[in-house]
């Protein structure tokens, strides 16, 4: 298996714009997970949606920030309009049931 | 609310020396779960074990063991023999299994910043 995809692995925009970060959790995982790691804040859970349906949102910041989870293999994380203080890293990740959870390699944003 | 400490920021040792990552959780729940993930210089998160409420039982691969103790709510993580390989950020996580089935949901410690010097 291929393991966690995500896309892209680097992004850099100026504040205002519309940044969207791409998911494609392992193939069988019912779970999929979005995480923002900073260095002052660590690993946050931001949203988690369960055969695709969002379970928890209330790690996310705020109203900019949108999740959403069309069909098995595919989710995205938007921030719409982006702010300097949303540049961190972005992981995805997918687990089958309550087991472990395999992350992607990670979307380094920058916002600028 | 769950919580997980991870008390150690950094900790720097010389190779073939033994360290030990300290965690300590607080939950309510009788059922949990626990894990440790590894964090390389590369960015990555490595998923390194998982270990269930119900298992008080020690775990060894390698040159990694955990001991998960429930009388003190801590599961900590030695390495034996350590190697410059090691060096990376350690989180050790935790999971309450809640009524309802869907629930999932992972807190991160913040993490140990282990430096294996040569």
């Known amino acids: 298996d291929a393991g966690v995809i995500q896309s892209p692995r680097h992004e850099v925009t100026e504040m205002g714009q519309e940044v969207t970060l791409r998911c494609k959790p392992i193939?069988?995982?019912?779970?999929l997970f979005w995480y923002r790691q900073t260095m002052m804040r660590g690993l946050e859970l931001l949203i988690y949606f369960n055969n695709n349906v969002p379970i928890d949102d209330s790690g996310m910041p705020e109203d900019r920030f949108s999740a959403k989870m069309p069909n098995a293999s595919f989710s995205t994380l938007k921030i719409q309009p982006s702010e300097p203080r949303d540049s961190a890293v972005y992981f995805c990740?997918?687990?089958?049931?309550?087991?472990?959870?395999?992350f992607g390699p990670g979307t380094r944003l920058t916002v600028l | 609310a769950q919580k997980v400490t991870q008390a150690q920021t950094e900790i720097s040792v010389v190779e073939k020396e033994d360290v030990t990552l300290d965690c300590v959780y607080e939950?309510?729940?009788?059922?949990?779960?626990l894990f440790w993930y590894k964090q390389p210089p590369s960015g990555e998160l490595v998923f390194l074990i998982r270990?269930?409420?119900?298992?008080?039982q020690n775990e060894i691969s390698g040159r990694y063991s955990w001991n998960f103790q429930k009388s003190t709510s801590s599961f900590n993580f030695t390495i034996t023999a350590s190697q410059v390989v090691d060096s990376a950020v350690y989180f050790c996580a935790l999971s309450e299994r809640r009524s309802g089935g869907s629930n999932y949901k992972l807190t991160f410690g913040k993490g140990t910043l282990l430096t294996v010097n040569p």
């Open positions: 990740a997918s687990s089958r049931g309550h087991n472990e959870q395999f």
């Open positions: 193939s069988g995982h019912d779970y």
């Open positions: 939950t309510r729940d009788t059922t949990y779960y």
């Open positions: 270990r269930n409420s119900f298992d008080e």
